[in-house]
Each structure stands twice: as C-alpha cells, then as structure tokens.
C-alpha cells in the first residue's frame, strides 16, 4: 500500500468541480500501488454518494457505477481501525480537534508510517504537526 486515502480526495474523483491535477495524482498512485483506508471509509463515500443522488447532482447509476469502480480498486480496508477508536484515534481527536471519523485517518497513517491523501484543511495541518507526509 501506498498511501491513506480518505474519502474527501476520493470523491473528488468523481465531481468534476472538485478534480485537480493533485487528486488525479493520487489516482493514479492509488491505481498502480494501491491505498488502504479505515473500515468506515465505504460508508463516508457511500453516504456522499447518496447525498449527491438526493440533491440531483449525480444519478443512481452514476453512483453505482462509480461505487463498482471503487470495489474493483486496490484499495484495503484498514481490521484494525475498530480497536484504536476508543484509544489513538480518540487521543488525535482530542488533540487536533478533529471528528473521530477524521482523526481514523489521522491514525491509520501514523500507525501504518504512510503518505495521507486528503483534501481537509484541518486534517492536513494536524498531520503536519504529527509530520506525516501529505501525499496531494
């Protein structure tokens, strides 16, 4: 695995006025080396999807067709995500101030020693301060 993906830069992906030439980087790196992301990843991008699909930004074959896409990436669910929520995750949480569904991401990446790919500001600056390395 390459990098944490979080669901802020995957969802880019799929929104045109949310693509840049750094998301586009991170798919491809994610297409040739893989990603792994927190188990509750495929809800957050579920849940943006259906959000989207409510406001008629997107259509539901849109959304399934993107969801297929994202099954058949190399893109690993994180087992061990669960059992640091109460513990690490919760402590960065606190920390930066950040959700807890935020700080997993924050965690798996320290815990696991890889690149963070995420587009949140809050985010970006408390990995800085951990001096994990931002992939975009």
Known sequence: MSLVLDASTTLAWYFDDETTPE????????????????SLWRLEVANAF???????RIT?????????????????????????AW??????????????YDATYLELAQRQ?????????????AANSLEIKLFN
């Open 60 to 84: 539901r074959s849109y959304r399934d067709e993107a969801l297929a896409q994202l099954r058949d990436m190399p893109i690993s669910i994180d087992l061990e995500t669960d059992a640091q």
């Open 23 to 38: 998301t586009d980087a991170v798919l491809e790196q994610v297409a040739r080396a893989g990603a792994v992301v927190p």
């Open 113 to 125: 020693n890889l690149p963070l790919a995420t587009l949140d500001q809050e985010l970006r600056g």
């Open 87 to 100: 513990t690490a995750t919760l402590s960065l949480s606190e920390r930066f101030s950040l959700t807890l």
């Open 50 to 56: 259906q959000m989207a699909l409510r406001r008629k």
